[in-house]
């Protein structure tokens, strides 16, 4: 995933890389939170949720200099910032 605080980091201070996560071999999660009643009740809505999702990350992955237009225009970080987190 993208991280533009990361990539803003490295541009402005030259900070470098000695160690990511890939290295230490521990998975890296994300977590979505709902209520049990919501999901029980809509099970339907989550699902769909999850295959926009998907969706969105493989369209965003396949068109990198795309996305990192995209978010450079609707976040206000620079372009050289989301080309380098890996947007």
Known sequence: MPDPRYADTELSTGARTIL???DLSVPQYGFYISTRDFAQKYPAVLRL????LACQT?????HPQDT?????????APLAVW?????
Not at 58 to 62: D, G, I, P, T, Y
């Open 58 to 62: 493989n369209e965003s992955l396949a």
């Open 68 to 76: 990192a237009r995209f978010l450079s225009g609707n976040t206000g």
């Open 83 to 87: 080309d380098r987190s890996g947007a």
């Open 49 to 52: 949720l999850f295959d926009q």
């Open 20 to 22: 990511t996560i890939g």
